[in-house]
C-alpha cells in the first residue's frame, strides 16, 4: 500500500496546550510522524511518498469559506497582537450569549472558530496543515485510480474539524476532505470509520445531514471522555442523513474483546450502506499504553482490527489520526496496515 508523507508536517509543532490545569507539552507533536514513517520503512513499506499540491478547491468543498480564510492569517494577526507565542483560545460562546456577530479581534476570532484549549495555532499551522489534507487527497486519487488501499500519514490529525472550528489538535477534516473527493470522483457512496478513541464531532458534523455518506465511530463515551458534548448513541444524524451516523460509544477501560465485538456491528452497518469506498480515520490512541486514553488494546490487537477493516471488503484510504504513546506508536499502527494487508 502507498503511504502519503509530507515534511511539512514539522511546521505544526505547538509549544502547550492547556491540559489538567496545566500548560504543557502538546502530545500532538512531530515526532508521532517520524516513528510512523520509521517503522513503515524498517518492516518494508514502499518509500513513502509527497502529496500532490490540490489547492484550496477541495477544501472548501467541505469547509466554510471564513473559517478557511481564518486559519489562514490568525497567526500573523495574534503575533501583532501579542507576540510570538502559540495562539490558544480562552473565551467560548455559552447559552444565552449570541456568536451571529464574528468578533473582530484575533482573541474573539479564536474563541469564534474553537472549542478546546488543546490546539494551539503556530507559525506553520497553516501549511503543516494543507500539506496534511493534500496527503489524505492524494491517497483519495490512488483510490479513485484503482488501489485497493492507502495511508495518509497525516499530521495535524483532522476528525474533530468542522465546517467551520477547529479543536482536538485538529484543523481540516483530512478525512471527510477525502471522502468528498472520492464522492467528486464518482463513488456513489462513501462511509467513514472512525476507530480513533475519541469522538470523530468534526466528521460527524460535516457529514450529519449527508445521506451519500455515512459515518460510523467506535470511541470513548463522552459522558466520561473528551470531547463531552459529542457521540452520543442517538445522534444518528439529520434529514437525508437520518440514519447514515452510528455512534458506538464505549466505557473507559474497554479491552479488545468488546471492541472486537462492537467493530464487528460497525462493519455490519458500512456492509449494509453498500458504499463504493471506506476511509478510516485511524487513531491508535486506543492502545492501553496510551498517556491521555483510557483503553486497553494491545499491540497485537492493531494486527487484528486491520483484518476486521479487511473484511469489510471495500477499498480503504487510511487517515491517520490521534495516538500518543510515540514509541509504540509506530507498531500500533503499523500493525493495522499489515494486519489489513494481509488478511
Ligand atoms: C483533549 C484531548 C484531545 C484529544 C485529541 C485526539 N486535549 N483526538 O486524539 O482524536
Ligand atoms: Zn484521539
Known sequence: MIVFYSE????????????????????????????????LDTIGFDPVQAPEPHGLAPLERVHDAGYLAFLQTAWTEWVEEHGDWD????????????RRVVPRSIDGRLGYYSFDAGT????????????????????????????RSAFALCRPPGHHAGKAFYGGY?????AAIAAQSLRDGGAARVAVLDVDYHHGNGTQEILWERGDALFVSLHADPVEEFP????????????????????????????????AETLDVAAGRIRAFAPDALVVSLGADTYGGDPISRFRLLSEDFLRMGAA??????????????GYAVDDLGVNVANVLTGFEDA
Not at 494551539?120 to 479513485?144: F, K, N, Q, V
Request: glycine share 12%.
Open 87 to 98: 495562539a490558544l483560545p480562552l473565551n467560548w460562546v455559552a447559552p444565552g450569549m449570541h
Open 170 to 174: 485538529c484543523f481540516l477534516n483530512n
Open 8 to 39: 511539512e508536517h514539522r511546521l505544526q509543532s505547538g509549544r502547550s496546550e492547556l491540559n489538567d490545569g496545566q500548560l504543557v507539552p502538546c502530545y500532538e507533536k512531530p515526532a508521532r510522524a517520524d516513528i510512523v514513517r520509521d517503522r
Open 120 to 147: 494551539p495555532i503556530t507559525a506553520g499551522t497553516w501549511r503543516a496543515a494543507t500539506s496534511a489534507a493534500d496527503s489524505a487527497l492524494s491517497g483519495a486519487d490512488r483510490l479513485r485510480a484503482g488501489d
Open 228 to 259: 463531552y458534548f459529542s457521540g452520543h448513541a442517538d445522534e444518528t444524524g439529520a434529514g437525508a442523513g437520518e440514519g447514515a451516523n452510528l455512534n458506538l460509544p464505549l466505557p473507559w477501560g474497554t479491552d479488545w474483546a468488546a471492541y
Open 309 to 322: 477493516i479487511a473484511g469489510i471488503g471495500l477499498p480503504t484510504l487510511f487517515v491517520m489520526e490521534g
